[in-house]
């Protein structure tokens, strides 16, 4: 089974403290997401990555980076988080983007608490 | 306008109702069709997939896909309380950084 692990479950940060949520994923699949989930908004792409060390922005990528070092781990920093970005944020992960198979495989989630 | 509009519910049927969610979009490029099916406090995972128009079905679930009204459905028949979900219409024109998502829909069946 392909596995998607998100390192953080819940997590409250004050208002300008650094976040780093960490995903990592077992079937050396190419690409990588970062989503944010809101209730009424649905999920919102906020950066993705097809390879290593290569990012590329999604819908909303303002207030986030990413990082890519290494293919099965990608990380979402925000560098000074803001009581807007309270959510919940979801990695996925999918085998390649040459090819179309509709699937993404997400992690749990990483519920996000911003004070 | 949002590219996907879909009703967020929440939905409550018996236990044994034909349930129908819906998702509407406005982007005519979209060919890839999905419904996600997403427990409480747990990721989405991939329900069904349907490339261009018509019909598909998976044992209790069927998918609907009709282009020329830009209107894709998802049925459950004999629905089941192991049913209740938030249910999640996506569609890309190809790729999956293109994926746009609907607001889901809450369903619970009651016992």
Known sequence: DVKV????????KRTGEKVFLECVQDMDHENMFWYRQDPGLGLRLIYFSYDVKMKEKGDIPEGY?????????FSLILESASTNQTSMYLCASSLTRDRNTGELFF??????TVL | QKEVEQDPGPLSVPE???VSLNCTYSNSAFQYFMWYR??????????MYTYSSGNKEDGRFTAQVDKSSKY???FIRDSQPSDSATYLCAMTPFNNNDMRFGAGTRLTVKP
Do not use: C, D, M, N
Not at chain 1, 107 to 112: F, H, I, P, Q, W
């Open chain 1, 5 to 12: 692990t998100q390192s953080s479950r819940y997590l409250v």
């Open chain 1, 65 to 73: 980076s990413v990082s890519r070092e290494k293919k099965e781990r």
């Open chain 1, 107 to 112: 992690g749990e989630g990483s519920r996000l």
């Open chain 2, 16 to 18: 044994g109702a034909i």
């Open chain 2, 38 to 47: 997403q427990y409480s406090r747990k990721g989405p995972e991939l329900l």
């Open chain 2, 72 to 74: 894709i459905s998802l």
